[in-house]
T-cell receptor, first 114, second 115 residues
Framework: AQSVTQLDSQVPVFEEAPVELRCNYS??????LFWYVQYPNQGLQLLLK??????LVESINGFEAEFNKSQTSFHLRKPSVHISDTAEYFC????????????FGQGTRLTINP | NAGVTQTPKFQVLKTGQSMTLQCAQD?????MSWYRQDPGMGLRLIHY???????DQGEVPNGYNVSRSTTEDFPLRLLSAAPSQTSVYFC??????????????FGPGTRLTVT
């Protein structure tokens, strides 16, 4: 079975500072990796995904994540955060074959301080 | 497109009562699923379906039933509500199989309180 560990439950940073949200996964088979964002009182939205190819994937709002197979990690980074990035971020994994169920990490609450 | 819709948005139940959480999608997605979200535990899969007439259990299925009679609808039934089922429930859908996009779309959620 697959599992996902998000190493930080809360990350406070100042506006315009860089941020890294850490995600490690466990799986014995090939996986797809995702980051979802949940703004206050809303559902989840896909931020970015790794399916194959380049290990560095980017979102339209400046976030990027790098798939590291040897370290089984998929950390999310942004070089300069904005107040509007305040949200909860979830890392998720899905096996490539089979029912492709999505397994989520516990979430990291990102708080941006002015 | 409305995307994924859920009703109701809020619900308060007494222990032992039953109810159905409704979920509908208008994107012709084969794959639909139900999650519950609890603080510090992320989202946990309750049940999922890969097409009309096909359902399967997820990580935390006890106390919940589902059925899938149409592609569009995937209701979640609580047969006898318990305080441990107090949570926020999300329905999601995506395409499935060859050529699938692998982007899962989530509904706005239903906040359920069981007293």
């Amino acid at each position: 079975a697959q599992s996902v560990t998000q190493l930080d439950s809360q990350v406070p940073v100042f506006e315009e500072a860089p941020v890294e949200l850490r995600c490690n996964y466990s799986s014995s088979v090939s996986v797809y990796l995702f980051w979802y964002v949940q703004y206050p009182n809303q559902g989840l939205q896909l931020l970015l995904k790794y399916l194959s190819g380049s290990t560095l994937v980017e979102s339209i709002n400046g976030f990027e994540a790098e798939f590291n197979k040897s370290q089984t990690s998929f950390h999310l980074r942004k070089p300069s955060v904005h107040i509007s990035d305040t949200a909860e971020y979830f890392c998720a994994v899905s096996v490539v074959k089979g029912a492709q169920k999505l397994v989520f990490g516990q979430g990291t609450r990102l708080t941006i301080n002015p | 497109n409305a995307g994924v819709t859920q009703t109701p948005k809020f619900q308060v139940l007494k222990t032992g009562q039953s109810m159905t959480l409704q979920c509908a999608q208008d994107m012709n997605h084969e794959y639909m699923s139900w999650y519950r979200q609890d603080p510090g535990m992320g989202l946990r899969l309750i049940h999922y379906s890969v097409g009309a007439g096909i359902t399967d259990q997820g990580e935390v299925p006890n106390g919940y039933n589902v059925s899938r009679s149409t592609t569009e609808d995937f209701p979640l039934r609580l047969l006898s509500a318990a305080p441990s089922q107090t949570s926020v429930y999300f329905c999601a859908s995506r395409s499935y199989g060859t050529g699938a996009v692998y982007e899962q779309y989530f509904g706005p959620g239903t906040r359920l309180t069981v007293t």
